[in-house]
C-alpha cells in the first residue's frame, strides 16, 4: 500500500530530487566562484525570521525544490572569492556529495556495526593526522564535532591523569586551574567553566606585541596560582590563536609542561594544518611535543562543518576521558577498542565525518591541503603588504597565517573617531553584500578582519576590497568633518 510515510522513501522521487538539486546546486556554486552576484543579502534577523515564518504557513509542496532555492538565496555564500570574514571553509564540492552518502547512511557510530567503515576510516584519518603532526607511534585518537567540543574533551582527558583527584568518581573540591593565552578562543574558557574550574581556574597569560603568549611569564602565574592555593594541571597553546591568526611559542610551552609536568595542550583548531606544508611547519614547531591537539577539518582543510580530530602523544589517554560502563553498548567497557567511538567521544551517536576527509585524501592526495594552506597563508602576506603600502591603513600585526587585522584611519583628521568609523564601514560592507569581513577588538581599539578561507580569492579581489573601504571611509570621514557629526559604534 502507498502512504504519503511509504512514498517519502521512494527512491525514485529521491533520484529525479537528487539530480534536481545537485543541478540547483551547480549552478549556485558557478554563481558564487564568478564573484559575480553579492556574497550575501543581509536581511536583519527579524525580517528573516518573519519571512520564513510566513513560508512556514504555506501549504505543503511536493516539490521542494522551491525551498531549497529559497535556503540557497537567503544564505551567505562561502564560494564567493569575496567572502574573507569567518574561518569557516568553502567546502570542496566533493565533501558536500560525501555528506549526500553519509546522510542517508547515518552511521551512528558509538558501536562499531553501526558504523563499521566510518570507524574504520575514523582510525585511519586521524593516525595520518598524528603522524604529520609529529606525534609519534603512539599517538592517536578520534573525531568530534567541532573545535570547542574537542577542546572540552581534551583538556577533560588532561584532568583526569593530572588532577589530583579522580574528579570523575568523587567529584572533587580541588581549585584546580589551566594557565592559557589572553588570545585563545572563548571555547577554552567555556571549557574550563563546565568543568567547574571558575574564574579563578583560567589563568589568562598576558600576550606580547605580536599577540602571542607571553611564555616567559608562565612560572611566574605557576607560581602566583600555587601561593592562592590553585593546582594547574594544564597549559593551553594557541595554533593560531582566533583575533590575529598569532602562533604561541610551542616549544617554549613544552619545555615548561615538561619541567613541571604539567599537561601541554595545543589548539590548532584553525593553524595546525601549517604541519601539512614544508614552508609554513615551522610556526607550529613543539606542537609534536603536546599530550593533545585539536585540529578542525572544517577550516584549513575545506571540509564542511563540522570535523575536528583530537589527538594525543598516547592514544590509551584517549580512553580515560569518559569513564562510563554502559554494558548494553559494549561488552566490554574497559577495552581500550578503537572502534567503539562512543568510548572516548563525548557524543554517542555521531556523524560519519571520517568519510569526507578519507574522500578527500583518496580522490586528490594530501596535496590538496597543502596547496589550500599555502594559498591563503601566501595571500595573506600579499594582502597585508597592500595594507601597510597605503597611509589610510594601519596593520594591527604582519600575519602568521591567513588572518589579517588592520584599520582605516584616513587622513589622520578624525583620530578620536576610528573605532566608530571602522564599525561604520564593516557595516556598510556588509549591507552592500560586495564583500564579507569581519571586525574585532584589539588592545581595546576596532579593527578591521578578514579571513582568507576561499582559495579562489584573488589580489584583484583583495585590491577591490581595499579600495571599497578607503571610499567608504573617505566618505564618512568627509560626512564628519562637514557636519561634526559624531558616530556611535
Ligand atoms: C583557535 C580556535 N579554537 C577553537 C575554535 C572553535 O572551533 P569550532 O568553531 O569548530 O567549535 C575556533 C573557532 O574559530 C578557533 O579559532
Not at 525544490?65 to 568553502?90: C, E, K, W, Y
Request: aromatic share 8%; glycine share 6%.
Amino acid at each position: 500500500m502507498n502512504t504519503p510515510l511509504t512514498a517519502a522513501y521512494s527512491p525514485a522521487a529521491f533520484r529525479q530530487q537528487a539530480h534536481a538539486l545537485v543541478d540547483l546546486l551547480a549552478d549556485h556554486l558557478e554563481r558564487a566562484q564568478s564573484g559575480t552576484n553579492p556574497v550575501l543579502d543581509y536581511t536583519e534577523p527579524d525580517e528573516q525570521l518573519a519571512y520564513w515564518q510566513t513560508d512556514f504557513e504555506k501549504p505543503v509542496n511536493a516539490d521542494p525544490l522551491p525551498l531549497l532555492t529559497d535556503m540557497i538565496q537567503r544564505s551567505i555564500h562561502l564560494h564567493n572569492p569575496r567572502f574573507m570574514g569567518h574561518q569557516v571553509a568553502p567546502p570542496l564540492p566533493l565533501t558536500a556529495l560525501t555528506g549526500l552518502l553519509t546522510g542517508l547512511l547515518n552511521q551512528g557510530m558509538a558501536v562499531y556495526e553501526m558504523g563499521m567503515t566510518a570507524n574504520a576510516l575514523e582510525r585511519i584519518v586521524t593516525q595520518w593526522l598524528a603522524t604529520k603532526l609529529g606525534l609519534g607511534s603512539d599517538a592517536g585518537g578520534l573525531l568530534t564535532s567541532g573545535g570547542t567540543l574537542a577542546n572540552l574533551t581534551a583538556l577533560l582527558t588532561a584532568r583526569a591523569i593530572f588532577a589530583p583527584t579522580d574528579v570523575w568518581e568523587h567529584g572533587t573540591t580541588d581549585r584546580l586551574a589551566i594557565l592559557v593565552s589572553e588570545e585563545a578562543h572563548y571555547c577554552v574558557d567555556r571549557a574550563a567553566r563546565i568543568m567547574g574550574l571558575g574564574t579563578d581556574g583560567i589563568i589568562k597569560i598576558p600576550t606580547n606585541e605580536r599577540f602571542q603568549m607571553q611564555t616567559d611569564l608562565l612560572e611566574t602565574y605557576l607560581e602566583r596560582a600555587k601561593t592562592q592555593g590553585l593546582t594547574v594541571f594544564a597549559v593551553v597553546g594557541s595554533a593560531c590563536s582566533t583575533s590575529t591568526g598569532s602562533y604561541d611559542d610551542l616549544s617554549a610551552i613544552a619545555d615548561f609542561c615538561e619541567q613541571h609536568k604539567l599537561w601541554f595542550h595545543a589548539d590548532g583548531a584553525h593553524g595546525g594544518a601549517a604541519v601539512l606544508s614544508d614552508t609554513y611547519r615551522p610556526l607550529v614547531q613543539g606542537i609534536e611535543r603536546a599530550d593533545s591537539v585539536v585540529v578542525d577539518f572544517h577550516k584549513m582543510m575545506m571540509v564542511p562543518a563540522l570535523v575536528t580530530a583530537v589527538l594525543y602523544r598516547r592514544d590509551a589517554d584517549s580512553f580515560r576521558t569518559f569513564q562510563q560502563k554502559a554494558q548494553y553498548l559494549w561488552a566490554d567497557a574497559d577495552a581500550k577498542d578503537w572502534f567503539n567511538s562512543g568510548k572516548r567521544a563525548f557524543e554517542c551517536t555521531k556523524l560519519m565525518m571520517s568519510a569526507k576527509v578519507y574522500t578527500v585524501l583518496r580522490t586528490y592526495g594530501e596535496a590538496i591541503f597543502t596547496e589550500n594552506v599555502e594559498t591563503l597563508y601566501d595571500l595573506a602576506r600579499w594582502f597585508a603588504q597592500a595594507v601597510s603600502s597605503r597611509p589610510s591603513f594601519t596593520l594591527a600585526v604582519a600575519p602568521e597565517s591567513n588572518i589579517v587585522c588592520f584599520r582605516y584611519i584616513g587622513d589622520g583628521s578624525q583620530s578620536n573617531q576610528l573605532d566608530a568609523i571602522n564599525t561604520q564601514i564593516r557595516r556598510q560592507l556588509l549591507k552592500d553584500g560586495q564583500f564579507f569581513i569581519v571586525q574585532t577588538s584589539l588592545r581595546g581599539q576596532v579593527y578591521l578582519r578578514v579571513s582568507l578561507m576561499n582559495p579562489l580569492t584573488t589580489t584583484e579581489h583583495l585590491t577591490a576590497l581595499v579600495n571599497e573601504i578607503e571610499r567608504i571611509g573617505a566618505d564618512l570621514t568627509n560626512l564628519s568633518n562637514s557636519d561634526s557629526a559624531t558616530y556611535s559604534a
